[in-house]
């Protein structure tokens, strides 16, 4: 991983961040349904999973999402390499705020 990667942090989501999120959600035709009594990490590895699965299907709204996070441009997130992505998933699924969202869109 590069310097520049290291360096990349992920902003803390906020209300503006469930629009493109539902966005992403509703084109890859996630279902929100998990089985009970999995962790943040595992709900957060099985939702990667989904993603990554249907990414060409949202690539402008998943990038446009990510570069947002990262707080770079869309073409600097296009720059970086792909461990980069692992490591946003990785974070994002640690994040409370993610959980909470992810448990209210279930319901």
């Known amino acids: 991983m590069s310097k520049q990667e290291k360096e990349l942090e992920i902003r803390g989501l906020t209300y503006k961040d469930i629009f493109p ?4 959600i509703s084109k890859l035709n996630i ?3 998990f089985e009970k009594g ?11 999973s989904r993603v ?3 990414l060409h299907l949202a690539e ?5 999402f990510l570069s947002s996070l990262l707080q770079v ?7 970086l390499g792909f ?5 946003v998933f990785s974070q994002l699924s640690k994040s409370e705020e993610f ?3 992810l448990k209210l869109a279930s319901k």
């Open 31 to 33: 279902k929100l349904k």
């Open 52 to 54: 990554l699965s249907g």
């Open 21 to 24: 999120m539902s966005k992403i």
């Open 38 to 48: 999995l962790s943040q990490e595992e709900i957060g590895f099985e939702l990667a």
């Open 83 to 87: 461990e980069v992505l692992f490591e």
């Open 73 to 79: 441009k869309p073409k600097e997130l296009e720059r």
């Open 60 to 64: 402008k709204e998943i990038t446009d």
């Open 99 to 101: 959980d909470r969202f």
